[in-house]
Structure formats: C-alpha cells, structure tokens
C-alpha cells in the first residue's frame, strides 16, 4: 500500500464513494418505484422494467444484495481513508480523516444519490436493474445465506420474509379516490369527475338522486281531459306517471308518443290513457345506485318510483338520472352552485350533499339529510331567517334566501 501514490489512492476513494452512491440512489429509486406504472410499462415490454420487476418480485433478495454492496464499500473506503491520513499526517490525522470521510459520504454517497432516486425513480431504477441482475447471480451464494440468518431472525417474530414479494397491493375504493383526485394533470377534470362518481356507485342509493315527490310531474286522472291533454303538450318529458288524487295512487307511466298520436287523431279520452299505461316499477329507498342501473338494463325500463318502507311513494327516478350521476349535467341549465370571485359559492339550497362535495371537493356529511336544506334544518332545528350565519362541518354559510317550509338560496364564505 505505500507503494501507491496518494493521487491513485484518492482516486480509488472517489470511485468508492461514487459506487456507495450508485447503491444508496437505486436502493432508494427501487424501493419508491410506482408499481402501477412499473406493471403498465412491463405490459408494454419496456426492457427495463421488465428487469427492475424481475429483481422485485424478491426483494430480500435485492436489498441483501444493496447491503452488502453497500456496507462493504463503505468499510473499505473507510480503510483506505485510514491508511491516507496516516501517510499525510500520522496518527493524529485519523480522526480529522474521519469525521471528512462521514461527512462525504452522508453528503455524496447518501442524501444527495437518495433525494435523486426519489426524484428520478425510474430512470435510476431501470439503469441499475442491468448491473443487479448479474450481481445477484454471482453473489447469489451469499446472498443466500445471509438472507436465510436475517429470514430466521425474522420467523421468530412471525414474518416469513421468504415468501415477501413486492407486488403492488391492492387499492380499496378509498385510496382509489384519493389517487384519482389527485391525477389533476394526467386526466382532464371531466374525466376525474367521471371516475369519481363511478367510485361513489355503491355507496349511493337512489333516495340520493331521486326527483322527490313534491317536484314530481305525472297526470291526475281526477282532472278534465282538456286540462290532461294541454299538459301532455307542453311537456317536457318523454314519460309520466299516472295518478288518481295523488302520486301514492299511481297506476302506470304514460310514454308522451303515445298519447300526442291520439291527441292528432283527436282519439284521446281517460279510458284511452289507462288503456296505453305501463305497468308502474317500484324501486326500494334502500336500493344503490349501481344496482338500480342493473336493474333498469335487466328490465329494459327507464323509470321507476321510489318507496318507502311503507309503501308510500319519496321521489321518482330515470335511467337518465343514473347516467347523470357518471357523465353530469345531460342538459345544461342554469347551475345549482355558482362560484363567486371572491372564492364564495352561492347555492341552491335544494342541492344534494353529493353534488355539492362533487362540485366544490368538501366533505359533508351524506349519512343522513340529502339536500342542503335538510342538513341547514337538521343541524338547526329550525327554519333559519335570512342574513342567519352559521359554521356547519368547518364551512361558514349565511342563509340568504328562505320561503314558509324551507331554505331555498345560501352562500357559503370564501375558505381561509
């Protein structure tokens, strides 16, 4: 060794040092590499991710292999450390020599390479997958049984480390929604909005998306047949429900083609309504919005009634109420939730809680009231006067608008 000139021997350390840096940066690059995305790339047989997976699927095996690289490099460029300050200054130099050397390789061979392989993932994980593999093969002896001490050491503890794959674990519905909340420059907003209301399916029932039955729209038999026949002309739906004094005595839904051929035929008469009716479906309140797309597919239907457990009619639901739920707004009409410039939202109070978490990405409460105005009176206990200010779930609101019975108009304060 004193045969070496100190330049080659400060050569030997910094190549040391750039090796402890190669094993620190992969390790790291490894270990926080996207599974997701490192399965999509093997899919599309990227060569170096089907390595880097190939070295995953046994971890123990890779990170015995990163230790030892790593541990032994370390240990050797501490000899040599040892042996140059001797040569330069004596013993007395050793731990200047040191306390240099710890603070190069925490600097050089350690935060520095870990902080990039966090950054740059893939582009250090897929490199270092070609040196790895044929490493592990030729150290795979020791590797091997250093493994089996430290898988020893760990059954005692019950963890079989021998069977650990680094697989990407599956998603629940939760952290599937934060995921794809959180995709906001890979997928446009509409599509995310998209995804999240399919993830929402099944937590929903229909009593959330339902027409409730003071806005229902259907035909009162018990009213003259002029009046009937100027209803079905201006109206807007395809369907209606049909009814005797109220919409609990439903006896069937009306398609509006139907009855506008015999309007033109002047064939039209209550007997002649009741005679083209459909047979009326009834939709449980506690049915899910998944279950009831799968139903109304099933049946070939496009509407149905809500009801309770009593029978009594809540609201009224349409095959394209569900697909609202997925794609949004099929008609564009003047918006339930207006934002303000201020950062304030100026809503109708007869929003549901689902459209407003959707629309404004908070979290109010859905276990109980559907609507605004049914959390504003819950939370209450009263029919609340304009210019009221209330905080309901951290969120500051002042009731603008209200009629007898209910909140119509509330505008929520810009968040701090």
Not at 187 to 211: C, F, G, H, K, Q
Not at 241 to 251: A, G, S, T
Not at 362 to 389: A, F, H, V
């Amino acid at each position: 060794m004193n045969d070496i000139s100190l330049s080659i021997l400060f050569g030997i350390l910094a190549v040391l040092l750039v090796i402890s840096a190669f094993f620190s940066g992969s390790e790291t690059a490894l270990m926080t590499l996207n599974r997701y995305r490192l399965q999509h790339l093997v899919k599309k047989k990227h060569k170096g991710a089907v390595k880097t997976h190939q070295l995953l699927k046994r971890p123990e095996r890779l990170l015995g292999l990163i230790l030892i690289g790593n541990n032994f490099v370390n240990i050797l460029a501490a000899a040599l450390t040892t042996v140059i300050a001797i040569r330069v200054g004596g013993n007395q130099a050793i731990p200047a020599a040191m306390a240099l050397l710890t603070l190069a390789i925490l600097v050089f061979s350690e935060v520095t390479p870990k902080t990039l392989g966090t950054l740059k993932p893939e582009l250090l994980a897929f490199c270092s997958s070609w040196v790895y593999l044929p490493l592990l093969k030729l150290f795979y002896p020791v590797v091997w049984a250093i493994n089996l001490i430290s898988n020893g050491l760990l059954r005692i503890f019950g963890i079989k480390a021998n069977m650990m794959e680094a697989t990407a674990e599956p998603l629940n519905k939760d952290e599937l929604k934060s995921l794809v909340s959180q995709a906001n420059h890979q997928l446009p907003v509409r599509y995310r909005n998209m995804l999240m209301s399919i993830l929402d399916l099944e937590s929903a029932s229909v009593t959330d998306i339902m027409t409730h039955r003071n806005d229902i729209v259907g035909i009162d038999l018990e009213e003259s047949i002029e009046d009937i026949i100027r209803q079905l002309q201006d109206s807007p739906h395809t369907r209606l429900p049909v009814y005797k004094k109220n919409i609990d005595r439903v006896i069937g839904f009306l398609h509006i083609r139907t009855a506008l051929s015999r309007i033109s035929h002047s064939t039209l008469d209550k007997q002649s309504i009741v005679n083209s009716l459909a047979k009326p479906f009834f939709i449980p309140a506690s049915t899910s919005i998944h279950k009831q797309m799968q139903i109304f597919k099933a049946e070939k239907l496009r509407i149905g009634l809500v009801v309770d457990e009593y029978g009594d009619v809540l609201g009224l639901v349409t095959l394209d109420d569900l697909l609202q739920e997925i794609v949004g707004e099929l008609v564009l009409e003047e918006p339930d939730i207006k934002a303000q410039k201020d950062g304030s939202y100026l809503v109708d109070a007869g929003v549901t809680i689902r459209e407003l978490n959707r629309v404004t990405q908070w979290d109010l409460p859905t276990e109980g009231p559907k609507t605004l105005n049914g959390l504003i009176i819950e939370y209450m206990e009263t029919i609340p006067e304009p210019g009221t200010s209330i905080k309901l779930d951290g969120h500051v609101m002042e009731i603008v608008k209200r009629d007898d019975n209910a909140v119509k108009l509330v505008k929520f304060k810009p968040v701090d």
